[in-house]
């Protein structure tokens, strides 16, 4: 003799079918960008924040501000083949700010705090200088404003810093307003699989 | 003690007294003539900086040194070898030497030896003239060589046998004897002193002028400075000379005190002298 399903059986039935739904929805939708023939990306050869030759000017925030999720799905990435491990990276220390009794800048850049510096080894404790530096980029605190990216641009830096959109957080709109409000046209739709763009003189 | 530019030599073309894609490394010789390395030619332009002669290298040059003396001769430093030429561009010899020898950015004589800037291998190789090799220098750190991540190794010997090198990682001139041993070394990091040496690797390039007085060029922003003996600042000045972008940029001073830096951007020198000096 079967049972009569009680009320808490039918909701947690129909919560579990909601469930599947939405997940068998995010999924389809998912699957859905991942097959679609275009995608938003960075032009680094573009953007102002990574251009080589563009110099003395202040770095452009539009894919932090402009973004219309919450935390932007622009955000910065470090590529540590490229990067120096620098004693003073200027992507993580303010250079411009006084320096502290260590000798360091007393500031960091990032507004959010989103790098971390970690020694390479074991510190020299009689000369801090003669160290290499890791340095991570926190993506969940990371909200895109390049900053960074342009402190690290050739030739202060070595230009191992870039913005990327990450594609598991954009929304794929189709008039998306970073594209709208980027000045240098630079974020623009690219095919799916397209290898990143090389770096360029301006 | 002011500074201002007398001169440009060079620049960015395809006529033979200027470059079409590198100009990297730069001397002067006693009678004020200009050796500049770059594409993989070597160009010689007398003291009015007209061109006087150019030869072929046999690989881009990146570093040139011209030796005082009644019989001059003129070292090339290339990746993995270092060519040898007189005056009149004849290639004497070239040394090799395919397991210690990187990319050569530096190259300077003491008495019977030579010392390559390798920046492949972030160290200083001394050699003698023979062609033997005698030593590295600066290699006995944790990091195991000189913080070069600008990608250049340059130095200078004074008449003391004293190796005064840039090591920019470390925002300092460090001094070494032949044997290796480190001295002392001068500078700080500054990024609103002038004083001190700003970015994350400077100061690149230097030149030795008169009784121990180091000049030296930084990028970001491009300028030249000028230190004592004792380490203390006389001058900084050139930024408007320069494109912005420049970077490693070679110095050389002649014997009247004249200043000359590479533009690797506009591929040209600048040559500076002191506002009170004679013509």
Known sequence: MSKEPTRRDVLGHAARGAGLVTLGGAAAYLAAKRGRADAWQIDWSKCVNSRLGATGVPACDK?????????????AVNEYAKCGRCYICPAYFDVTSPVDKDG??????????????RPIGEIDPHDPANNYYEYLIDEARCNGCGKCVMACKEPAGLGSIRLEVRHDLCLDCNRCPIAVACPDDAYIRVPTGTAPFAREHA | MPYRQIQTIGGRGSSPDRFTEALRGIDVDRG?????????ELKVFG?????QRRWITEKPGWSVCVTSGTDPVIYVGQEGQVQQFDVGGRCRSTLKDDARLGLVTSVDVFGEFLLFGDVAHRCIHRYDRSGRFVNDIGRDSKAKGFLIPNGHLDFRVDDRGIIHVPNPGRHRIERYTPDGRLQGHIGRFSGTDPAGFSGCCNPTNLALWGQGNLVVTEKAPPRVK?????????????TEAFDPNGKNMDVAVSAR???????TVRLQVCVFAAVDAPG
């Open chain 1, 63 to 75: 894919c932090a501000t402009t973004c219309v999720l919450p935390l932007s799905a622009v955000r």
């Open chain 1, 104 to 117: 360091l800048p007393s500031k960091k850049l990032c507004p959010r705090d989103a790098i971390t510096r």
């Open chain 2, 32 to 40: 004020g003539c200009l050796y500049a390395v770059g594409d993989s």
């Open chain 2, 47 to 51: 003291p009015d900086g007209v061109l």
């Open chain 2, 226 to 238: 000028v230190f004592d003996t004792g380490g203390n600042l006389r001058s900084a000045f050139g």
């Open chain 2, 257 to 263: 005190g004249a200043i000359y830096v590479v533009d």
